[in-house]
């Protein structure tokens, strides 16, 4: 019969799904940790991106009149970027030594200051809202205060890395405090 003849396919690759050796368990390891700290900082970065585009076009802002201290808007939009990226790499820090477990509270304040920054934009130069937009900022920064005193506990890395995200928040509030009375 020629079912006797055939032969078995010998694969490539490990035969078992796991992995086997120290070496393989490494690589393994250090795949998922890099997908895992990818998806932590482009989740947030393309929420900041989605949001710019559909409220950061508006005249409204450039029309205005402004001190000289008063950033451009495409330096507002990258320091945003910049700051939602900083926000997602901490996050991913604390994630990665098992925060969100040790401190229950940080993942509801992150995902807080998450959402506020993402709705401040469309507040104040879309809607032209710069009291709600005040208390947003007010918030957004209680939030990232929340985060840098949880964040340092379990990983004094990802603590820091919060600092400069609340120097923008405070820097961004003064501006909609300065817009709210132009």
Same mark, same amino acid.
């Given at each position: 019969m020629a079912?006797?003849? =055939?032969?078995?396919?010998?694969? #490539?690759g ?9 070496? +393989? ?8 940790g890099?997908?895992s700290?990818a ?6 970065l393309? $929420?900041? $991106?989605?949001?710019i585009?559909?409220?950061? &076009? !508006?005249?409204?802002? *450039?029309? /205005?009149?402004? @001190?000289?201290w ?6 507002v939009?990258a !320091?945003?970027?910049?700051?939602? $990226? =900083?926000?997602? =790499?901490?996050a991913w =820090?604390v994630?990665? +030594? ?5 401190k @229950? !509270? &940080? /993942?509801p ?5 998450l959402?506020?920054?993402l709705l *401040? #934009? @469309? ?11 005040? %208390? ?6 209680g ?9 340092? +506990? %379990?990983n004094?890395?990802?603590? #820091? ?5 609340? &120097? ?11 817009? $709210?009375f132009?």
């Amino acid at each position: 019969m020629a079912s006797t003849n =055939l032969k078995q396919r010998i694969k #490539d690759g490990p035969s078992t799904p796991f992995p086997t050796t120290k070496r +393989e368990k490494k690589m393994a390891m250090a795949k998922r940790g890099l997908r895992s700290l990818a998806t932590a900082i482009s989740i947030p970065l393309s $929420l900041t $991106l989605v949001t710019i585009y559909f409220s950061g &076009a !508006t005249d409204r802002y *450039r029309t /205005l009149p402004k @001190p000289f201290w008063f950033p451009p808007l495409w330096a507002v939009h990258a !320091t945003s970027m910049a700051s939602s $990226l =900083l926000m997602g =790499l901490s996050a991913w =820090l604390v994630w990665a +030594e098992g925060g969100f477990h040790k401190k @229950p !509270t &940080a /993942l509801p304040l992150f995902v807080a200051q998450l959402a506020l920054s993402l709705l *401040r #934009d @469309p507040i104040v130069f879309g809607y032209g809202g710069s009291r709600v937009g005040l %208390v947003v900022c007010m918030g957004m920064f209680g939030a990232l205060v929340g985060c840098a005193r949880m964040f340092r +506990e %379990v990983n004094p890395i990802a603590g #820091d890395l919060v600092k400069p995200c609340l &120097a923008w928040t405070a820097y961004v509030g003064v501006v909609t405090l300065k817009l $709210l009375f132009a």
